[in-house]
């Protein structure tokens, strides 16, 4: 048994549809690996390494579970690779009903010096965004809204495009 937990593989359904997932679990007495995909028990003959990026999606995908499922990983994705480069240590990021929120408890700017810093906090966060952006494939063809949530309201952030 070669593969680690958390290894990020390809398992290729019976229906032959690809589907990019982690190793959950090893089971080295019954030689089976237990995928995040459905909790799906495999053997180590029909999981491949996967050497694409975390933000690949597999090109085949036939059934409307599976596309729910890499839409859904591709999420958590953007959301931890937000988490992990997070530039402010104010701002939690969470996501709720399929928009990713930058909460802050900052008051909204009211001279021209904090007006300065919350532009620049804005241009910060729609920096990392970008980022987000240009590491992701254009596959599902939705948007993903973001939104900074300040104590007096709401400023729309540029959405991520999956």
Same mark, same amino acid.
């Given at each position: 048994? /070669?593969?680690?937990?958390?290894?990020? &593989? !390809?398992?290729?359904?019976? /229906?032959?549809?690809? #589907?990019?997932?982690?190793?959950?679990? #090893?089971?080295?007495?019954?030689?089976?690996?237990?995928?995040?995909? $459905?909790?799906?028990?495999?053997?180590? $003959?029909?999981?491949?390494?996967?050497?694409?990026?975390?933000?690949? #999606?597999?090109?085949?995908?036939?059934?409307?579970?599976? %596309?729910?499922?890499?839409?859904?990983?591709? &999420?958590?994705?953007?959301?931890?690779?937000?988490? /992990?480069?997070?530039?402010?240590?104010?701002?939690?990021? #969470? &996501?709720?009903?399929?928009? !990713?929120?930058?909460?802050?408890? %900052?008051?909204?700017?009211?001279?021209?010096?904090?007006?300065?810093?919350?532009?620049?906090?804005?241009?910060?966060?729609?920096?990392?965004?970008?980022? %987000?952006?240009?590491?992701?494939?254009?596959?599902? $063809?939705?948007?993903?809204?973001?939104?900074?949530?300040?104590?007096?309201?709401?400023?729309?952030?540029?959405? !991520?495009?999956?």
């Amino acid at each position: 048994m /070669n593969l680690k937990k958390s290894t990020r &593989v !390809i398992y290729v359904t019976a /229906n032959n549809d690809q #589907v990019y997932t982690a190793i959950k679990e #090893v089971n080295q007495k019954e030689e089976l690996y237990t995928l995040d995909f $459905n909790d799906e028990l495999v053997q180590e $003959n029909k999981v491949k390494l996967n050497t694409h990026s975390a933000f690949s #999606v597999p090109s085949l995908m036939t059934d409307e579970y599976i %596309v729910n499922y890499h839409y859904q990983q591709l &999420v958590n994705h953007i959301l931890d690779f937000l988490i /992990n480069n997070n530039p402010f240590h104010d701002v939690n990021i #969470v &996501v709720e009903n399929g928009s !990713i929120y930058f909460e802050t408890r %900052v008051q909204a700017p009211k001279n021209p010096e904090e007006i300065k810093y919350f532009h620049e906090k804005i241009d910060k966060l729609n920096a990392l965004i970008g980022q %987000v952006n240009s590491q992701i494939k254009s596959r599902f $063809n939705k948007h993903v809204e973001v939104i900074l949530k300040l104590s007096v309201g709401i400023h729309r952030l540029h959405s !991520i495009r999956i």
